[in-house]
């Protein structure tokens, strides 16, 4: 298995959803994973929102997840696997949104 960095994911404009992909060389390829990680970065000062696909917005539509904003003692997560299929997990449909412009990300996945 092999680990990925999707690196820090910023949304300039808060209601603009980014891709998780969107570091990667190619950030619309298919790029499928087994497994992902994704968490806020500490100094977030708002929610953020994961969805699939460019169409979701953080009031619901396409949502599957949100974290809280980081704290002194807890990082909050969100991660998904596929167990009993390899690399069955799409990270470039995954997007991700924020309350305010410049929060950001840390993602990361694994290949089998």
Same mark, same amino acid.
């Given at each position: 298995?092999?680990?990925? +960095?999707?690196?820090?994911?910023?949304?300039?404009?808060?209601?603009?959803?980014?891709?998780?992909?969107?570091?990667?060389?190619?950030?619309?390829?298919?790029?499928?994973?087994?497994?992902?990680?994704?968490?806020?970065?500490?100094?977030?000062?708002?929610?953020?929102?994961?969805?699939?696909?460019?169409?979701?917005?953080?009031?619901?539509?396409?949502?599957?997840?949100?974290?809280?904003?980081?704290?002194?003692?807890?990082?909050?997560?969100?991660?998904?696997?596929? +167990?009993?299929?390899?690399?069955?997990?799409?990270?470039?449909?995954?997007?991700?949104?924020?309350?305010?412009?410049?929060?950001?990300?840390?993602? +990361?996945?694994?290949?089998?």
């Amino acid at each position: 298995m092999g680990n990925i +960095s999707f690196g820090r994911i910023t949304v300039a404009a808060a209601g603009t959803p980014q891709r998780l992909t969107s570091n990667q060389v190619n950030p619309g390829a298919v790029l499928l994973v087994h497994a992902l990680l994704i968490q806020p970065h500490p100094a977030n000062t708002g929610r953020v929102y994961i969805g699939i696909g460019a169409a979701f917005v953080k009031s619901g539509a396409g949502q599957i997840a949100w974290l809280a904003v980081p704290g002194t003692n807890v990082s909050p997560a969100f991660s998904e696997t596929v +167990s009993y299929a390899q690399n069955a997990v799409e990270a470039s449909e995954i997007y991700i949104d924020v309350d305010n412009n410049g929060d950001s990300v840390i993602g +990361s996945g694994i290949i089998a």
